[in-house]
């Protein structure tokens, strides 16, 4: 579309009040909490994970997430030698229970994954209704009284994190625990975390240590070929990880 | 004329299924946000524990469990956070409960803290010689052996 | 594979949804051979290409209602609809081609016969008859003509809305990215070939089983000319498969392996043995040879009869291959899951089987109501007017 003046005349205050309306936006449960303002983002140390689980139970409690499903999972890597292409994975029920007691040789690590709470998400992109959307401050939610579950979004993340909740027989996913991170609580993978090797993280706020972990640590995303603009930073994460 | 009809109609059904907050911030309901929101909690978050429990955090000062999260072990308490005289939070078998943590895997950070229970204890209860919330053993000696729970 | 991932999402509603449409653009592909490119030979079949197309496109949006899982709020997709969706784009194409193209069409070529129907039919057919006729009564030659430009016109636009129509289903699963087995720019265009040599040899079943039940002889001349156009665009379906798949085996890239084991093992029977040796390979050398050797009229008829139930097989297992297979392997490519079809469930096969079977109940009706045969007393439209100059 072209930019003519006539249009930028019609289009800027129509844009004016917009924004107007997202500046004004607050939750109404969280009088405090300013959309703007907020721009969430996880940081996960992969040396310090150990395996034992207590995100998964603990998001399963506080989100409600039925058996057999995952909003947060543990995975268990076993690299042998070279092979970085072909590590053994395993996840038994997602790592809840923790992992069986286990020797083996080659590299083994544990690696946590969530919804990454993409910027550029394909998950919004194919949803035929706004179903699912990228908040203002930076969180990928699901409004279950519109979602048809017609499973588009679930096939279009590259990351496997969505599902589709039986009892609501809509599609659901990992949302940051926005319900507590609005009221200035941290999430509830987090909270439970006994090495803090899961971290929240604003990146709109210039005091968090996110900034100059960033700045000082070799850090990935999960599938960067995917130009998803994930969220979720890894830190020591190897080449193995799929 | 069939034409003009269909539109009208169909602009009637959009003005009228069309939820209000629609388009508020984006191409979803705006009011889902605030829907989102609302959810009840469930973990209190340790900072709401240790307001009340102080003679607790002092103790996990002195040793490695400090920066352990209460809930991390004694799950979810919000409910009793709220109501702290009714909602008792549940006894922890710690026999399965350090496990978790504590049992010897490989995937596990070398540095960390893990033993082969079945070898390490025979399967007892792990707080019949730890302190949970000061684990060292010569910091704090344990109960008597007669407390433990297979 | 990832904890989510065991379960497929999509079912065989899913695969019956591709292939019913398929059918749809196929059906209409051939109809416009006789309206646009003026085959004369397929005229025969003209009346039913159409109407199998509306009784299929009818049927389509089932199976996907039967899978959401709340087919109450599926309005939401005309109501708000995400521009940046192929899902959400896909309904209105749906409801353009149903609407504008399909129907005007039918109820244009049929008109004179509605017109003359709604004075001579009695009972509740003729009050059926008088409903169709939207209140027009006038079959003068000169709006008669109009008609046949008209849907000459809409024929003419109808083509490229019929590869819109599936080439959109083939952009659905083509453009995710996330998943390697589907995410291809040939995704669309596959889609079309293999929808319109479904579609085509669909219609030459319906035609042989529908004269062989009337009891009326076949033309073989259209025979011959359908047999010949299936052909043609099976090498083009089956060159375009052949080429993704052979660039996938050079390329061999990071998902390569998971899939190469995938096809070699799960998808085996249906992939390489039903939808390639029996579905593709098979059909095109029947048909071919039926080019290279003249055989009698009756062993022709029995090979295109062989050759058009190989063929729609065939693309049935093509659609399964694309939409289980996609959901077979993981996105980690290190492992695998398995399909799980129930039977008496509401993604169940007997769910599948009974919306096969309703598109025939539908043409049943429809050719009752509207019959597309020449022998039997109607006279289709494009000869009403043989005084009139045609253009």
């Known amino acids: 579309m072209e930019i003519t003046r006539r249009r930028l005349l019609v289009l800027l205050p129509a844009a004016a009040v917009a924004w107007k309306f997202v500046l004004a936006g607050t939750p109404e449960a969280s009088p405090n909490y300013k959309l703007t303002e907020h721009w969430w983002s996880m940081l996960i140390d992969i040396p310090k994970c150990i395996g034992c689980g207590s995100c998964v139970r603990a998001c399963a409690q506080e989100n409600d997430v039925p058996d057999g499903f995952y909003r947060t999972w543990v995975e268990r890597y076993r690299v042998t030698d070279w092979k970085i292409e072909r590590p053994e994975v395993e996840s038994p029920d997602g790592g809840k229970l923790g992992f069986p007691p286990n020797q083996s040789d080659g590299k083994n690590f544990f690696v946590p994954k969530l919804c990454n709470q993409c910027a550029d998400s394909p998950c919004t992109q194919v949803c035929p209704v706004g179903a699912t959307f990228v908040t203002p401050d930076g969180v990928v939610l699901v409004d279950k009284t519109y979602c048809l579950g017609c499973r588009y979004c679930v096939q279009a993340c590259p990351y496997g994190c969505r599902f589709i909740n039986p009892k609501t027989n809509t599609a659901e996913k990992c949302s940051l625990c926005y319900h507590r991170i609005t009221k200035g609580l941290t999430t509830a993978c987090c909270e439970v975390c006994p090495t803090g090797a899961r971290q929240l993280a604003d990146l709109k706020n210039p005091k968090d240590p996110i900034h100059e972990f960033l700045k000082t640590h070799t850090v990935q995303v999960l599938k960067p070929h995917m130009a998803t603009q994930a969220k979720v930073f890894y830190n020591g994460m190897d080449g193995s990880v799929r | 004329m069939v034409i003009a009809i269909a539109v009208t109609v169909f602009a009637a059904l959009r003005t009228a299924l069309v939820p209000r907050s629609f388009g508020q911030y984006g191409h979803y309901r705006g009011a889902a946000i605030a829907e989102t929101a609302a959810r009840p909690i469930a973990f209190a978050g340790h900072d709401v524990c240790e307001a009340c429990h102080t003679e607790v955090v002092d103790q996990k000062k002195q040793g490695k469990h400090v920066v352990v999260p209460c809930e991390a072990c004694h799950g979810a308490l919000a409910k009793h956070a709220d109501d702290p005289a009714s909602v008792k939070p549940p006894k922890l078998d710690t026999a399965v409960l350090c496990a978790r943590c504590h049992e010897a895997n490989s995937a596990k950070p070398k540095g960390f803290p893990q033993v082969v229970t079945a070898d390490h204890s025979g399967g007892i209860a792990c707080d019949s010689c730890h302190q949970p919330h000061r684990p060292k053993i010569e910091d704090s000696p344990a109960k008597p052996a007669t407390e433990a729970r297979k | ?391």
């Open chain 3, 1 to 391: 594979m990832y904890p989510n991932e065991v379960e497929l999402q999509w079912s065989i509603l899913i695969v019956l949804y591709p292939f019913i449409t398929g059918l749809v653009a196929g059906a209409f592909i051939l109809a416009s051979l006789e309206r646009v490119f003026r085959v004369e030979a397929v005229k025969p079949t003209y009346r039913l290409a159409l109407l199998t197309a509306l009784s299929f496109l009818l049927v389509a949006p089932l199976p996907l209602q039967l899978h959401l899982g709340h087919p109450e709020r599926s309005l939401e997709m005309y109501m708000t609809p995400h521009r940046s969706s192929a899902m959400a784009m896909f309904g209105f194409v749906y409801l353009w081609y149903l609407m504008a193209v399909l129907l005007l069409e039918v109820w244009l070529d049929y008109r004179r016969d509605i017109v003359v129907k709604s004075k001579t039919a009695t009972g509740v057919s003729r009050f059926i008859y008088r409903l169709l006729t939207l209140g027009s009564d006038n079959i003068s030659p000169r709006s008669l003509r109009i008609d046949d430009r008209l849907g000459y016109f809409i024929t003419l636009i109808g083509i490229p809305s019929a590869f819109l129509l599936h080439g959109y289903v083939g952009f659905i699963f083509g453009s995710v990215k996330a998943n390697p087995w589907w995410s291809s720019p040939l995704m669309p265009i596959v889609f079309i070939f293999s929808a319109m040599v479904s579609g085509i040899a669909a219609v030459m079943l319906l035609y042989m089983a529908s004269s062989r039940l009337r009891g009326k002889p076949i033309d073989i001349r259209c025979l011959d000319k359908i047999a010949q156009y299936l052909m043609y665009i099976f090498i083009i379906d089956f060159s375009l498969e052949m080429l993704d798949l052979l660039q996938r085996i050079y390329e061999a890239d990071e998902s390569f392996r998971s899939l190469d084991f995938m096809v070699h093992t799960r998808l085996w029977t249906s992939q390489v043995i039903i939808q390639i040796l029996l579905g593709t390979v098979t059909p095109i050398a029947l048909l071919g040879l039926t080019q290279l050797v003249k055989f009698t009229e009756v062993v022709r008829k029995r090979i295109y009869a062989v050759a058009g139930c190989l063929t729609v097989i065939g693309i049935f297992a093509m659609r399964w291959n694309v939409v289980i297979g996609g959901q077979l392997f993981s996105k980690s490519f290190l492992g695998y899951t398995s399909y799980k079809m129930a039977f008496a469930t509401r993604e169940g096969l007997l769910t599948a089987i009974i919306l096969m079977i309703l598109p025939f109940g539908i043409l049943w009706m429809l050719v009752k109501l509207l019959p597309p045969w020449t022998d039997s007393g109607s006279i289709p439209a494009s000869a009403a007017a043989p005084a009139q100059a045609t253009s």
